[in-house]
């Protein structure tokens, strides 16, 4: 498949880099070798049951639940006796319980009434008094609650909220932060009900947007108390009514744990430091704005970084001249050596629960949105990314 897909694939890769990084004749064997390493090292095994996969990777074997095996039909024969009331309608709130009204489930909202979620919630069709409620009174009317609201927010909330989560139903949550870290958030949860977990591994936008396309994102799958003996299937059977495409398992820790240290490190904290680091050094060093502009952010995101995600780092190196590839090669070790001790500490911080203490205490200040906003204008109003939007601007899907 990956032989057959190869040329057009390159073609993409040629088109898609600059020419400061692209080789610009490949040799046919080194393209062979690179579509053959585009290949992922796993196998797939198909099971017996449609849309259940195993998949091996080094020294694990994983099983992964696919939404194929739950057609809208088998949801809705799943939930039929439930309502989900999913509470607060943040990122995941707008794209989960969008997601969820598509498939045509019995779906409610729970935000407060002078919140700007609930002017988001009835722009988005939702109806006061059908489908849109306080968090309170849909909290009672669900049976699957579907807990949305800030990390923070989930704290502050749990002594009210708590008595409404009765015996029979379900808690889920879109992180293990609450439960996990309960000597911090007080978040303990009823003994007599199953609590699920389904993180989608991106923004709620992207759930929505995925679904739309007829894919479905990626998502964790956990279970934290089975009581019923049935907490697993609903884990999964809420993972595909949400809008994921391909679910993975694992426990609240782990997926709680990973989470912080993924987001604060190479998903935005960590690779905006390093945006910001290479290109201040840039312009230290006599380079025009644009110019440490698109050697740093745009060549990344417009040109390397989609190679990385369609076939793998080595697909991208091989798109690339042997200069870059080179230096590239020699430098990732250098880099990885120095910032391995600062991942090690961020992991600590995480485990002890120091980070957690502090997304509490700063999301749970009242100012808390107006807060963020003037440090994402102080983000906005960087060099680095004044000169990004100079630079999107002249994009041809912008200049109109
Ligand atoms: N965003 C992501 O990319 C992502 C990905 C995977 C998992 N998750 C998890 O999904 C959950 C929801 O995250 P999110 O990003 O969608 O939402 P969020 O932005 O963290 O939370 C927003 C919601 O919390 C409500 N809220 C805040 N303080 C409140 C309070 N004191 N009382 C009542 N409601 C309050 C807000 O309502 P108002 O508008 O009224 O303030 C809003 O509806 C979290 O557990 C998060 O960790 C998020």
């Known amino acids: 498949m990956a032989s057959r897909g190869l040329p057009r694939a390159l073609r993409c890769a040629r088109v898609a880099a600059p020419r400061s990084v692209l080789s610009s004749a490949l040799p046919r064997p ?25 998949i091996t990777f080094a020294d694990s074997t994983e099983t992964v639940y696919e939404r194929e095996d739950w057609p809208r039909e088998k949801l809705q024969e799943f939930f039929k006796n439930d309502t989900l009331a999913l509470i607060g309608y943040g990122s995941q709130g707008h794209g989960q319980g969008l997601n969820l009204r598509d498939q045509g489930l019995n779906v409610i909202v729970g935000v407060r009434k002078d919140g700007a979620s609930w002017k988001e919630a009835v722009q988005d069709g939702w109806v006061p008094g059908k489908n849109l409620f306080d968090v309170d009174t849909a909290v009672e009317k669900g049976t699957v609650v579907m807990n949305l609201l800030s990390d923070a927010a989930q704290s502050e909330t749990w002594p009210a909220l708590k008595p409404k989560i009765t015996k029979g139903k379900t808690l889920y949550f879109s992180h293990g932060f609450s439960p996990v870290f309960k000597d911090l958030t007080k978040v303990d949860v009823p003994e007599d009900v199953d609590v699920i977990l389904v993180a989608p591994k991106g923004s709620g936008r992207t759930v929505r947007t995925l679904f739309r396309e007829g894919r479905g994102i990626n998502s964790s799958i956990a279970v934290f108390q089975d009581v019923t003996g049935q907490a697993k299937e609903k884990a999964i059977a809420m993972g595909v009514a949400v809008g994921s495409g391909y679910l993975y398992e694992t426990t609240f820790q782990k997926e709680v744990y990973s989470d912080l240290y993924g987001e604060r490190g190479c998903l935005m904290g960590g690779i905006h430091g390093m945006f910001l680091a290479q290109y201040e050094v840039l312009r230290e060093r006599g380079h025009s704005p644009s110019e440490a502009f698109n050697e740093t952010v745009e060549e990344a995101t417009q040109s390397l970084y989609p190679l990385i995600g369609g076939n793998g780092m080595d697909w991208m190196y091989a798109a690339c001249s042997t200069t ?13 050596d120095n910032l391995k001790p600062l991942f090690n500490e961020l992991y600590d911080r995480v485990q002890d629960g120091t980070e957690t203490q502090r997304s509490l205490d700063y999301n749970s200040q009242k100012d808390y949105r107006e807060k963020y906003e003037k440090e994402m204008q ?16 002249l994009r041809p899907e912008n200049q109109k």
């Not at 585009?38 to 449609?50: C, K, L």
């Not at 870059?324 to 990885?336: E, N, Y």
């Not at 102080?378 to 601007?393: C, N, P």
Request: no cysteine.
């Open 324 to 336: 870059a590839r080179r230096g590239a090669i020699d430098w990732s070790s250098r880099f990885r």
């Open 30 to 54: 080194a393209l062979a070798k690179a579509a053959a390493a585009a290949v992922p090292r796993m196998t797939i095994n198909q099971q017996p049951i449609r849309g259940l996969k195993q």
């Open 378 to 393: 102080e983000i906005r109003d960087l060099e680095i990314w004044r000169a990004g939007k100079a630079v999107r601007s």
